[in-house]
């Protein structure tokens, strides 16, 4: 097999090219579970419980980007959406778009990413779709996921819990992967730049289950990052947040660039790291909890709940000023996720 | 980053603004009130971003200037831009400009039509644009202060050496100094001191204020973009004030040198020339602009392609004139956060990432009322 092989349109046909594609890269990666056999649907065993279930989509560009890829960011981006609603993560679909053209090295390179991210996250990838289309049609690769989790009982969260002088966590750095897509999409070339921080959040929220009945709220903050996140809380409950800048955790290589840009860190995505709002009492138990985990490692309590400021997030600076935290306006960063 | 953080360090901001509350105890018990004009664009956004404001006492007032190159540009100057896309060229432009309201429309609303807008990073990506369109007219929005004026026209310069013939500017570069004795003629406008730009004046120095500082016996203080640099401009100011002094005092002297950077200066000499420019919002103001001198018309894309820039009209009810002049703060606007908001803006102020009234929007604290009129 040439190493620099391409996908044809015809690998979509649904001839001998498409069995091709499907045995020599599905199969062996994930053929052993619910897709032995490919049948059209996946069968699955009935908990008899609450079930969540999330879908969706990843166009970022470029596929692969410093600290991750398309792949393992379709698969943390679905299992954290399901582990911030307070689901345990079981089972992906897979969906695949592929442009003709598109390298098998790279594609390649990518199923391995995602099977390896399954397989840390412990999850299935129990169905599947692949499509190829013309070139010109698409943009490489497009990956959609859906995703399915079990209930967690102990998590009874929503906006309306949250009450003054809680306290509001982050899992680790702000910002990495937003800074380090853009970085390696504009080609800007820094050494020791920016690296996603793309990962699963489910450990996380795992490590804390015991202490479900005092935790408010968890999101990812995603696109438009904690600043987003934030204003939608504050949006829909009679209070307000207070950050402190001297306490926002930001690696030296993602505030340098977001400095160099003039872009507000706050405003700019991570994609393994949730935020966290809990009662005052068990946010020393939580932090304490995730700094153990490797991907807890760089935690922090950003700052609290108040009844000030209702509806808004407010900043007390460095200089010891205090400032509006607005949410990220027009199209900042395209194309991240 | 370790560079910049000392200029962030919350315990010596502490000490500044103790120093600054000292200072304004003082002004009071004398009866006084300062008005300090910052100027540049730059400077109002870090003193959005670090909560400056609300750390001044009471005695002592921020007014932000002219110093925002989108905002000052007459809507006569979009028109132009739109009539050359309307003829094919491409444009090519720095981004803040898609969206600044020309007395019809817009450069965006102009590319959603069809017309052939290009964002640019750097002024060298116009010249990419030319060498890759051979056959299509490229014109670069040359818009900006003294800090811009100097890269844009090495543009031309590169252009000279490469043959690129396909290049052109659309010029409506401003100066400093001409608007800062503008406001200061205005019997209207109440200025008490200067709070000077960081990077204009590393391109013309320190000594260029001068002659402003001793006409109008105005103190002006040139400070950097950092935290504790803008208030220890702002303390440098009230001491001058207290003192019943006017002078210049350059308190970025990390950057800025007394006559600025020579290289810059005979670069825009050479290239440039002054003419009479319109600034929205004041007028004419006599020698404030620049513009290509004669032997290098043929970049000059308002002679290229006879398109002369005509004063155009402003958007009803908006402002930004009197904001722009320091007359109105943008909380005062009948406009403001509701006909007029970032992503509808009405005027130039909440279009642009310096704009006054964008920084108000994006930073303004709810409790930040006081002084919403002078």
């Given at each position: 097999?040439?190493?620099?092989?391409?996908?044809?349109?015809?690998?979509?046909?649904?001839?001998?090219?498409?069995?091709?594609?499907?045995?020599?890269?599905?199969?062996?990666?994930?053929?052993?579970?619910?897709?032995?056999?490919?049948?059209?649907?996946?069968?699955?065993?009935?908990?008899?419980?609450?079930?969540?279930f999330?879908?969706?989509?990843?166009v970022v560009?470029?596929?692969?980007?410093?600290?991750?890829?398309?792949?393992?960011?379709?698969?943390?981006?679905?299992?954290?959406?399901?582990?911030?609603?307070?689901?345990?993560?079981?089972?992906?679909?897979?969906?695949?778009?592929?442009?003709?053209?598109?390298?098998?090295?790279?594609?390649?390179?990518?199923?391995?990413?995602?099977?390896?991210?399954?397989?840390?996250?412990?999850?299935?990838?129990?169905?599947?779709?692949?499509?190829?289309?013309?070139?010109?049609?698409?943009?490489?690769?497009?990956?959609?996921?859906?995703?399915?989790?079990?209930?967690?009982?102990?998590?009874a969260?929503?906006?309306?819990?949250?009450?003054?002088?809680?306290?509001?966590?982050?899992?680790?750095?702000?910002?990495?992967h937003?800074?380090?897509?853009?970085?390696?999409?504009?080609?800007?070339?820094?050494?020791?730049?920016?690296?996603?921080?793309?990962?699963?959040?489910?450990?996380?929220?795992?490590?804390?289950?015991?202490?479900?009945?005092?935790?408010?709220?968890?999101?990812?903050?995603?696109?438009?990052?904690?600043?987003?996140?934030?204003?939608?809380?504050?949006?829909?409950?009679?209070?307000?947040?207070?950050?402190?800048?001297?306490?926002?955790?930001?690696?030296?290589?993602t505030?340098?660039?977001?400095?160099?840009?003039?872009?507000?860190?706050?405003?700019?995505?991570?994609?393994?790291?949730?935020?966290l709002?809990?009662a005052?009492?068990v946010?020393?138990?939580?932090?304490?909890?995730?700094?153990?985990?490797?991907?807890?490692?760089?935690?922090?309590?950003?700052?609290?709940?108040?009844?000030?400021?209702?509806?808004?997030?407010?900043?007390?600076?460095?200089?010891?000023?205090?400032?509006?935290?607005?949410v990220?306006?027009?199209?900042?960063?395209?194309?991240?996720? | 980053?370790?560079?910049?953080?000392?200029?962030?360090?919350?315990?010596?901001?502490?000490?500044?603004?103790?120093?600054?509350?000292?200072?304004?105890?003082?002004?009071?018990?004398?009866?006084?009130?300062?008005?300090?004009?910052?100027?540049?664009g730059?400077?109002?956004?870090?003193?959005?971003?670090?909560?400056?404001?609300?750390?001044?006492?009471?005695?002592v007032?921020?007014?932000?200037?002219?110093?925002?190159p989108?905002?000052?540009?007459?809507?006569?100057?979009?028109?132009?831009?739109?009539?050359?896309?309307?003829?094919?060229?491409?444009?090519?432009?720095?981004?803040?400009?898609?969206?600044?309201?020309?007395?019809?429309?817009?450069?965006?609303?102009?590319?959603?039509?069809?017309?052939?807008?290009?964002?640019?990073?750097?002024?060298?990506?116009?010249?990419?644009?030319?060498?890759?369109?051979?056959?299509?007219?490229?014109?670069?929005?040359?818009?900006?202060?003294?800090?811009?004026?100097?890269?844009?026209?090495?543009?031309?310069?590169?252009?000279?050496?490469?043959?690129?013939?396909?290049?052109?500017?659309?010029?409506?570069?401003?100066?400093?100094?001409?608007?800062?004795?503008?406001?200061?003629?205005?019997?209207?406008?109440?200025?008490?001191?200067?709070?000077?730009?960081?990077?204009?004046?590393?391109?013309?120095?320190?000594?260029?204020?001068?002659?402003?500082?001793?006409?109008?016996?105005?103190?002006?203080?040139?400070?950097?973009?950092?935290?504790?640099?803008?208030?220890?401009?702002?303390?440098?100011?009230?001491?001058?004030?207290?003192?019943?002094?006017?002078?210049?005092?350059?308190?970025?002297?990390?950057?800025?040198?007394?006559?600025g950077?020579?290289?810059?200066?005979?670069?825009?000499?050479?290239?440039?020339?002054?003419?009479?420019?319109?600034?929205?919002?004041?007028?004419?103001?006599?020698?404030?602009?620049?513009?290509?001198?004669?032997?290098?018309?043929?970049?000059?894309?308002?002679?290229?392609?006879?398109?002369?820039?005509?004063?155009?009209?402003?958007?009803?009810?908006?402002?930004?004139?009197?904001?722009?002049?320091?007359?109105?703060?943008?909380?005062?606007?009948?406009?403001?956060?509701?006909?007029?908001?970032?992503?509808?803006?009405?005027?130039?102020?909440?279009?642009?990432?310096?704009?006054?009234?964008?920084?108000?929007?994006?930073?303004?604290?709810?409790?930040?009322?006081?002084?919403?009129?002078?």
């Amino acid at each position: 097999m040439s190493a620099d092989r391409v996908i044809q349109l015809a690998h979509g046909g649904g001839g001998r090219l498409t069995r091709e594609l499907i045995e020599t890269e599905i199969v062996p990666r994930f053929g052993g579970g619910p897709l032995r056999g490919l049948p059209d649907g996946a069968t699955l065993p009935s908990p008899g419980e609450l079930l969540v279930f999330t879908t969706d989509s990843f166009v970022v560009q470029p596929l692969e980007f410093p600290g991750g890829n398309i792949g393992d960011l379709a698969v943390h981006g679905t299992v954290n959406d399901l582990a911030v609603c307070g689901g345990e993560p079981k089972w992906l679909s897979l969906a695949l778009i592929i442009e003709e053209g598109l390298p098998f090295a790279v594609l390649g390179r990518i199923l391995d990413s995602i099977r390896a991210a399954a397989d840390a996250c412990g999850v299935t990838v129990a169905t599947g779709d692949t499509k190829v289309v013309a070139r010109g049609q698409g943009d490489g690769l497009y990956v959609n996921t859906a995703g399915i989790g079990l209930a967690m009982p102990e998590f009874a969260l929503g906006v309306n819990k949250i009450r003054e002088g809680d306290c509001v966590l982050v899992s680790g750095t702000l910002a990495d992967h937003g800074m380090a897509v853009l970085s390696a999409r504009q080609n800007i070339g820094f050494i020791n730049g920016p690296r996603s921080d793309t990962g699963p959040v489910h450990r996380l929220v795992l490590a804390v289950r015991d202490l479900g009945g005092s935790v408010r709220f968890m999101r990812d903050p995603t696109r438009g990052g904690a600043a987003t996140v934030l204003n939608e809380i504050v949006g829909e409950c009679e209070l307000g947040v207070l950050l402190r800048e001297r306490d926002l955790p930001l690696a030296p290589a993602t505030a340098a660039v977001a400095e160099m840009l003039g872009i507000d860190p706050l405003h700019v995505a991570s994609e393994g790291r949730v935020i966290l709002i809990c009662a005052s009492e068990v946010a020393p138990a939580i932090l304490k909890r995730w700094r153990a985990l490797p991907e807890g490692a760089g935690a922090a309590c950003l700052g609290s709940v108040t009844r000030d400021n209702k509806g808004r997030v407010v900043l007390e600076t460095l200089a010891g000023g205090r400032r509006l935290v607005d949410v990220p306006r027009g199209e900042l960063l395209p194309r991240i996720c | 980053m370790k560079y910049i953080d000392d200029f962030r360090n919350p315990e010596v901001a502490a000490q500044f603004v103790r120093k600054i509350a000292a200072q304004g105890q003082a002004l009071a018990a004398q009866g006084r009130r300062v008005h300090i004009m910052e100027v540049c664009g730059s400077h109002t956004m870090a003193i959005g971003r670090y909560g400056i404001r609300p750390l001044l006492p009471e005695s002592v007032e921020l007014i932000s200037g002219p110093g925002c190159p989108v905002c000052v540009t007459d809507p006569g100057y979009i028109d132009a831009a739109l009539a050359l896309a309307g003829r094919e060229a491409i444009i090519a432009t720095f981004g803040d400009m898609i969206r600044v309201p020309g007395s019809d429309s817009d450069l965006a609303a102009c590319r959603s039509q069809g017309g052939d807008v290009r964002v640019c990073y750097s002024p060298g990506a116009a010249i990419d644009l030319a060498k890759g369109h051979p056959d299509r007219e490229v014109v670069f929005l040359a818009v900006g202060f003294e800090t811009t004026i100097a890269p844009v026209v090495c543009l031309v310069e590169e252009a000279l050496r490469l043959g690129v013939k396909n290049l052109s500017l659309l010029t409506a570069f401003k100066l400093v100094p001409p608007a800062l004795r503008a406001l200061l003629t205005d019997p209207a406008i109440r200025i008490d001191a200067f709070l000077c730009p960081a990077h204009v004046s590393a391109i013309i120095g320190a000594r260029a204020y001068e002659p402003i500082a001793d006409e109008f016996r105005v103190p002006c203080v040139i400070s950097g973009f950092e935290p504790l640099d803008i208030l220890y401009g702002v303390n440098g100011i009230l001491a001058q004030v207290l003192n019943r002094q006017a002078k210049v005092e350059n308190r970025y002297a990390r950057v800025v040198r007394p006559d600025g950077n020579p290289k810059a200066k005979a670069r825009i000499e050479r290239y440039l020339e002054p003419v009479d420019a319109v600034w929205r919002g004041i007028g004419v103001i006599p020698a404030s602009g620049l513009a290509l001198r004669s032997e290098f018309s043929g970049f000059d894309a308002a002679k290229k392609f006879a398109v002369p820039v005509r004063p155009g009209r402003q958007q009803a009810g908006c402002r930004c004139g009197d904001v722009i002049k320091g007359k109105l703060r943008p909380t005062a606007c009948a406009l403001f956060a509701k006909a007029c908001t970032p992503d509808h803006p009405v005027g130039p102020c909440m279009v642009s990432s310096e704009g006054t009234c964008a920084a108000y929007f994006k930073y303004g604290m709810p409790d930040e009322k006081r002084g919403d009129k002078q």
